[in-house]
């Protein structure tokens, strides 16, 4: 029997590079994608999703609490602003000072003063009553723990037996979260 040798079953078709004088070729071999695909790029597009979806998650939060902290700081500013303005003179004192309630930082302070000194005593010597309203109100900004807003404030005044007067202004409202509550903290008339 002999033996059929076949090129390839062991060595190399051609095996006289020796003798020419350039380098023995280079076997490449062909990188299989399946596996880098189904061990790198997959995880990384999952990675991917679950990061982008957990953005998404996050801002949508975000959004919600600013606008449930911007509904609740204007309807705070509203009462609080219809409590400060608001008040009769048998009963002055008493309205004033639940109004305080609603205040915080140096704003309760002036306004206990100015209160206390100006619109008690003058309220009742002078017979005054106050009533306002608040027409139409917006959030200029609002976050989890402070919020502008701007008032439409309408305020009818009585003096003793005269005809009331009536004034319109616009107020910039802001509001500081204390304990919970919306407080308003500043008072500025635009």
């Known amino acids: 029997m002999t033996a059929v040798s076949r090129p390839g079953a062991g060595e190399c078709g051609d095996t006289d590079t020796a003798g020419s004088g350039e380098p023995p ?12 695909i189904a061990y790198a790029l997959l995880p990384a597009l999952a990675l991917l999703l679950a990061g982008g979806t957990g953005f998404a998650k996050w801002q949508d939060g975000a959004v919600r609490d600013a606008a449930q902290a911007s509904a609740e700081s204007v309807q705070a500013a509203t009462a609080g602003t219809i409590a400060l303005l608001s008040y009769r003179p048998d009963t002055v004192r008493s ?37 306002a309203t608040v027409p139409a109100a917006a959030s200029v900004s609002a976050t989890g723990e402070h919020a502008i807003a701007l008032l439409f404030v309408n305020q009818t005044i009585i003096v003793s037996q005269d005809p009331p007067t009536s004034t319109a202004s616009s107020v910039r409202v802001t509001l500081d979260k204390v304990d919970g509550r919306w407080l308003i903290s500043r008072f500025d008339p635009v």
């Open 95 to 131: 309205d004033l000072e639940a109004a305080r309630a609603k205040l915080t930082g140096a704003f309760l302070s002036d306004y206990t003063s100015l209160t206390r000194d100006v619109v008690i005593p003058g309220g009742k010597q002078k017979d005054i009553s106050a009533v």
């Open 25 to 36: 070729a280079v076997v490449r071999r062909r990188l299989r994608w399946w596996p880098v």
